[in-house]
């Protein structure tokens, strides 16, 4: 089948991207978004303000010629700056050369130019204050909450980038088409900010800044206002026991003393901010019909403490381009084709998103950690191409998520093997020397 009309509900990341790589294949392309146009209103708070984006990212915005528009505001990263409650503060980098760099970029401005980008391509048409109400997914028939009222629309092709919480899924769900379970961290987030100061960044832009504390963890990342934007993470329960200016004052001096000085605005936003909800989603199928799919966060999100789910949902994009193109643009072969191409790698990813939480909230302060990533870097030189770590492979290389599970596994068993062996060989030659000593000691009898 050839799509005449595809819908792709949600104008947030994935959906912007996706309209911009259909365009491409000449197809039309109506893109249906519930908020009102975020270019010319207020950003909505509550989803990060800004986020990391590494290669998988880039290479779906080079893919469009995005890139250099899109770097122009980023601010590289080029390893994480631990803040312990006393003592100094610890870098750390990211690649074994010191040189690679994770990019801190405006949300808002990354969906605004990719928002400009699918406006301004053929055949794409933007309709905002759409939100879908309801799908049937073998008709191919909407029907949108709008400011006018219910509108219908019909499409060939319904394509669900509305975020975690779809209504498409929700809309297969209903139909018994699919199944899904969201598994919620029991944790939950809340933006804070540190102004520039004197017009300067108050702490070094070129670092993901960790501030672990076991049952809770803040990390911040630079803007181009020179402020930086802090997420604390903390057990979702815990936020409301902080219900007072003095509660609060109290809390961050003694877990965050260093950063209580740089947050002039920190009891308000404290106060006013929402908690956000984590989870991870697992929806199976992502597909129905070859008509109706879901991609990005409303096929698989995940926790952000690899800071991968748009880079993971981007790589999605050039996927399922991908599929159209190995099966001659035919919907219903390309959909199921995707799903087969993406499922194990947007499994491996969430999970080791849920172990990156462990390691930055209660690992990367140890002394045992930072030897054991220095290790790993020297390994890294010392045998280029053939030992490479995880956070080098998740971020700064398109190698597929359950790959480099798979071959980070492989290194693991190879190098405690190579310590098991150079512990035989040690023990073997202790033993030897030993015997040789008694022998020695002994004059040769036995
Ligand atoms: P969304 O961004 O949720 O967009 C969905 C769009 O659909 C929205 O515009 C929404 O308004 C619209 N919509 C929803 N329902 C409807 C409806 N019924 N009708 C019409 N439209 C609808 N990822 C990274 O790669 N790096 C990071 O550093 C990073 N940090 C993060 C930090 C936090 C705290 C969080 C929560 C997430 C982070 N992520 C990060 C993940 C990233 O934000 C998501 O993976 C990404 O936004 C997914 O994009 P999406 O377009 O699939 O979904």
């Not at 005449?4 to 996706?18: H, P």
């Not at 919907?331 to 172990?355: D, G, K, S, V, Y």
Request: charged share 25%.
């Amino acid at each position: 089948m050839t799509a005449e009309r595809v819908a792709i509900v949600g104008a947030g990341l994935t959906g912007s991207l996706l309209a911009c790589f259909l365009a491409r294949r000449g197809l039309t392309v109506a893109l249906y978004e519930r908020r009102p146009d975020p270019r010319v209103g207020q950003p909505e708070r509550g989803r990060s303000i800004n986020l990391a984006i590494s290669e998988r990212g880039l290479d779906a915005l080079r893919r469009i010629d995005l890139v250099d528009q899109v770097m122009a505001d980023a601010l590289p990263m080029k390893g994480r700056m631990i803040h312990p409650v006393e003592g100094p503060l610890d870098f750390q980098q990211y690649s074994a050369s010191g040189a690679r760099a994770i990019n801190s970029i405006s949300r808002g401005t990354l969906n605004n130019a990719l928002l400009d980008a699918a406006t301004q391509a053929p055949g794409v048409e933007v309709h905002f204050e759409h939100r879908l109400l309801e799908l049937d997914s073998q008709g191919g028939r909407m029907v949108f909450e709008t400011p006018a009222g219910k509108v219908e629309e019909h499409a060939d092709v319904v394509l669900g980038a509305d975020g975690a919480g779809s209504a498409v899924r929700g809309a297969l769900l209903a139909e018994g088409i699919l199944n899904e379970e969201v598994d919620f961290l029991d944790y939950g987030y809340k933006e804070l900010s540190i102004p520039a100061v004197g017009g300067e960044f108050a702490l070094d832009p070129g670092a993901l800044h960790i501030w672990p504390r076991g049952t809770s963890m803040m990390i911040a990342l630079p803007n181009p206002d020179r402020s930086f934007t802090c997420t604390l993470f903390w057990p979702a329960g815990s936020f409301d026991a902080l219900s007072n200016e003095g509660l609060i004052e109290r809390h961050f001096a003694k877990e965050y003393p260093d950063l209580l000085p740089l947050a002039p605005g920190l009891v308000d936003d404290y106060l006013h901010n929402p908690v956000g909800v984590l989870g991870t989603v697992h929806a199976s199928p992502w597909q129905a019909h070859g008509r109706t799919a879901l991609i990005g966060d409303a096929a698989h999100a995940i926790v952000p403490f690899y800071g991968q789910g748009a880079n993971c949902a981007f790589e999605d994009v050039v996927e399922l381009d991908r599929c159209l193109d190995d099966t001659a643009g035919s919907w219903a072969r390309a959909l199921p084709l995707f799903e087969h191409r993406r499922r194990e790698n947007t499994e491996a990813i969430a999970e080791m998103a849920l172990a990156n939480f462990v390691e930055m909230r209660d690992k990367v302060a140890s002394p045992v950690f930072r030897l054991g990533k220095r290790i790993e870097h020297a390994l890294e030189r010392a045998l280029p191409g053939r030992y490479v770590s995880r956070y080098e492979l998740v971020s700064f290389s398109t190698t597929p998520y359950a790959e480099v599970r798979q071959r980070v596994h492989r290194q693991h068993q190879f190098l405690a093997a190579a310590v098991l062996l150079g512990a035989g060989v040690v023990g073997a030659a202790a033993r030897i020397a030993r015997s040789e000593r008694r022998v020695r000691d002994t004059g040769g009898r036995r």
